[in-house]
């Protein structure tokens, strides 16, 4: 290999998936070695545009069409044609914002990116800044590099030095764990003996200026580290604009809320609704006319849901403090409210429940510490992320952003049959989430885990949906085990549940078949006839979505 050949691929984009061995095999059981292969591929990588749902009920499509052209800056790339049933312009000037053609979804906004480009680093080793594995998922999503975020540093780094941009992406030790074994505030030579040196090789995402010194991106807490200037993906950034009239998301999960058919007046549960999207794209559909019970185990998160409801301008939408596992209230809590109404003076948003039927709900403390303890947990799968979150938690303190103030709700439960319809959008592996440079820690165990969870949450929906309502199920994971296992499930304990087609269907269809693990348990997915009843969204597919989920179901009589 000639220099530069090798000068390319070490100053290159070119990130491999490490998984767990048996997961591994598991997927490539489930999808086929070569699907499985792109599939791996595709989620190191984010999608190529940015999907804005507009809110219809302050401001039109057309009319923030207008406004995203003077606020977005042009970009350094020209957007990418590649194919992609959601963009069928040819004009490179029209191909950067599109409105999308899906029937009923004209208040859906691209904004088209471009990448992969290739970076000129230069002819002589660059000063380099080497940031955390998450830092760089958000930096290819189009976010800066805040200080946070930044793991190493060259030496003599100055404020407006040009530097490349490179990830530390978590390694096996010899113990089985993974970890990335290196301090923060680590001094970059430029030389082979450099922490990282081999292991970053095929892991740089573009090139910017350092805002601060060395010894200044150590020393401050928050703030821009590195403006970064020449991107792998270049994707813009919606941060703090248009508030109130657009909110950015996944096109699937705006698939999800229409799949649900939300109707004025209904009364409808969004189960673990943080951090608002679909609760705020369900009470739109609704025209903001009717009642839905936004719940969600996390203080602070019930506040992210109440901010994001107030900003938008909505009002149909009550938000509690709740774990999903215990959303059917027990039968002596039935009909004893403890308190009939409340305010959040903070965000000044309202939840009315004296016209809320069976809901039970008693006052939590406006200042509490996100996380869970015995009284909210109960016997709660609790996962891996939650038990580094918490150990991070105990040893430095709770931190500025774990500790906000305002007022929540905490409910009791709903009684049930009490609501037409049930969103569970449960959590879950995410291993659909894109770009993804790590996924080695989830096991067959811990996936395990996810479904007997997701599993215990959909018995809690089943139990509040009244006869003749609608559950809608999504995650946002490829793993089968987690949604066509779950639909399995829940169609044959439940004789009354029945798979319902959903509108819009631009998702591909589910698996069919089963998979026999090598301890002898069979995990069992669809049945011929049931693949075309869900949506299953495929990374590597042309529509370049997340992984995604979405099965319906319609509740039929429960006294047979």
């Known amino acids: 290999m000639s220099h530069s050949e090798h000068w390319e691929k070490r100053y290159s984009f070119s990130p491999s998936l490490q998984w767990n061995p048996q997961l591994r095999h598991y997927f490539i059981k489930a999808y086929g070695h070569h699907h ?7 989620l190191t990588r984010p999608s190529r545009y940015s999907c804005i749902r507009v809110n219809t009920l302050a401001s039109t499509a057309d009319a923030v069409l207008r ?67 998450k830092c760089a998922e958000a930096v290819l999503r189009g976010a800066q590099v805040y200080v946070p975020g930044v793991m190493a540093c060259s030496a003599h780094v100055e404020k407006g030095d040009t530097v490349a941009v490179s990830v530390a992406v978590e390694q096996q030790g010899a113990d089985g764990g993974w970890s990335v074994p290196m301090t923060r505030g680590t001094v970059l030579q430029g030389s082979q003996t450099d922490p990282y040196y081999i292991e970053r090789r095929g892991l740089y995402i573009g090139q910017g200026t350092a805002m601060l010194s060395r010894a200044g991106m150590f020393r401050v807490s928050e703030g821009v580290g590195v403006d970064m200037k020449d991107r792998v993906y270049e994707l813009h950034s919606f ?5 109130g009239e657009i909110f950015l998301q996944n096109l699937p999960s705006i698939i999800a809320a229409h799949a649900l058919d939300p109707q004025m007046g209904e009364r409808i549960l969004d189960m673990c609704a943080a951090p608002g999207g679909k609760t705020t794209a369900i009470a739109i559909l609704m025209k903001d006319k009717g009642e839905i019970i936004a719940t969600d185990r996390s203080h602070n998160k019930v506040l992210d849901i109440q901010k994001l409801a107030a900003e938008m301008g909505l009002s149909c939408i009550k938000t509690f403090k709740l774990d999903a596992l215990k959303s ?9 409210f403890t308190d009939p109404c409340s305010t959040n003076a903070k965000n000044d948003v309202t939840n009315q429940v004296f016209d809320s039927p069976n809901l039970q709900v008693e006052r939590v403390s ?5 996380g869970k303890d015995e009284e909210t947990n109960g016997g709660a799968y609790v996962s891996k992320a939650d038990i580094r979150k918490n150990m991070r938690r105990a040893r430095n303190g709770p931190g500025r952003n774990q500790t906000v103030g305002g007022r929540v709700d905490r409910s009791k ?7 037409d319809r049930v969103l569970l959008d449960a959590p879950c592996s995410a291993l659909g989430l894109r770009p993804r440079l790590f996924a080695g820690e989830e096991t067959i165990e811990s996936l395990r885990n996810h479904a007997k969870y997701q599993r215990r949450m959909f018995d809690q929906a089943v139990q509040l949906v009244r006869p003749g309502g609608v ?10 085990g987690e949604n066509e296992a779950l639909v399995r499930y829940a169609l044959d304990k439940y004789k009354y549940l029945s798979l319902a087609p959903q509108h819009p269907r631009i998702g591909g269809p589910g698996l069919v078949g ?41 509740v039929g009589s429960k006294d047979t």
């Open 36 to 42: 499985f292969t792109r599939i791996s591929a595709a």
């Open 67 to 133: 406004k995203l052209r003077s606020l977005v800056p042009p970009q350094s790339h020209s957007a990418d044609h590649v194919a992609n049933p959601l963009n069928d312009s040819s004009d490179a000037a029209a191909a950067l914002f599109s409105k999308c053609r899906i029937p009923g979804l004209d208040y859906v906004l691209f904004v088209w990116g471009s990448g992969p480009h290739r970076i000129d680093y230069g002819d002589a080793p660059p000063k380099e800044v080497i940031v955390s594995r």
């Open 239 to 243: 941060h703090n604009v248009l508030e």
């Open 328 to 336: 059917v209230c027990r039968r002596d809590d039935i009909d004893t």
């Open 366 to 370: 406006p200042l509490v510490i996100e």
């Open 413 to 419: 439960g709903f009684s049930p049959d009490s609501f």
């Open 471 to 480: 559950i809608v199920y999504s995650t946002c994971t490829i793993n089968p």
């Open 514 to 554: 089963s998979c026999e693990f090598p301890d002898g348990y069979i995990e069992e997915w669809l049945r011929p006839g049931e693949e075309d009843l869900v949506q299953r969204f495929d990374p590597s597919s042309p529509l370049d979505t997340i992984g995604f989920f979405i099965a319906k179901f319609l």
